[in-house]
């Protein structure tokens, strides 16, 4: 149900789609709500429809498919040219001094990389970015793979596709919990909005802030520090343990559908005594 939702205010543009989004329109914008509609049997499709709205090959005799296919390879042949002169470019930007002072920079704390990755890839709405520009550094010799962090995080990047390529796709079974807390989420999030804004808050910043914590002083070089990281990291198992267990064995589940249902309930009488006023005010006047 809020697979096709949209809000008109609030939301944060990348910059590369700020550039990018104008030279695209003058390519090719296709049609994203008739697709939509046809692709959940809500209207047919009937031979000859065309699904592009404007563009260069807006009223051309090609058809859609002929459209697509050219598209495929002209973003092919740009994102093959974008590639070489991405490299080319920082082959030269990285010459000397220039290259050592990026290495001090990346080596000074993995946190502070970590930091700064998350911050990039926020401001630009994708990893994919981040991860082509940090390959040919690489390549360059400015970033080492033999550092452990970047290998521990290539490990998990390579293998999370893989997890997702050779585990969910192919074997059904594995994606009902996927699907069974991506709709709960959703239910939620209909149910009482803030929950979505929790859910992010929980799940990108305040658990990976406290593993780092833990990771932090569970291999620091006192002793003291890792004890009562050791403390404190048994501490969170044990109050997850407990959530865990009073939501499923003890009500809190009910708790917490009954707090989504007065949630509700309280949304759509503001909703609906909203339209009322809006009514009666239509009519006064």
Not at 213 to 241: E, P, R, S
């Amino acid at each position: 149900a809020m697979s096709n939702a949209k809000t008109s205010s609030g939301a944060f543009k990348s910059p590369v789609d700020v550039i990018v989004n104008p030279l695209t329109e003058k390519i090719i914008v296709v049609d994203k709500s008739g697709i939509y509609k046809i692709a959940t049997g809500e209207k047919l499709c009937v031979p000859g429809k065309s699904f592009i709205k404007k563009g260069a090959f807006k009223g051309t005799s090609m058809s859609d498919g002929s459209v697509g296919a050219i598209v495929v390879c002209m973003g092919f042949v740009i994102l093959v040219c974008a590639l070489l002169s991405l490299v080319h470019m920082l082959a030269k930007v990285f010459m000397g001094p220039t290259k050592k002072l990026v290495g001090r920079l990346l080596n000074y704390n993995g946190y502070v990389n970590i930091f700064v990755g998350t911050l990039i890839t926020f401001s630009v709405h994708s990893s994919t970015v981040v991860t082509s520009t940090l390959t040919p550094l690489a390549g360059l010799g400015v970033v080492t793979l033999e550092q452990s962090d970047s290998v521990a995080i290539a490990l998990v990047h390579f293998w999370f596709n893989v997890f997702g390529i050779f585990l969910f796709y192919p074997i059904p079974i594995t994606r009902k919990p996927i699907l069974g807390w991506a709709r709960s989420l959703a239910f939620f999030s209909a149910s009482w909005p803030f929950s979505a804004a929790l859910f992010l808050l929980v799940l990108f910043i305040v658990a990976p802030g406290i593993l780092l914590g833990l990771v932090y002083m569970c291999t620091a070089d006192a002793t003291v520090t890792q004890v009562f990281g050791w403390i404190i990291a048994v501490l969170v198992l044990l109050v997850g343990a407990g959530v865990a267990f009073w939501y499923s064995k003890k009500g809190g589940r009910e708790v917490w559908y009954a707090f989504l249902e007065r949630k509700r309930n309280d949304r759509e009488a503001r909703i609906n005594g909203g339209e009322k006023k809006s009514v009666v005010g239509e009519d006064q006047v």
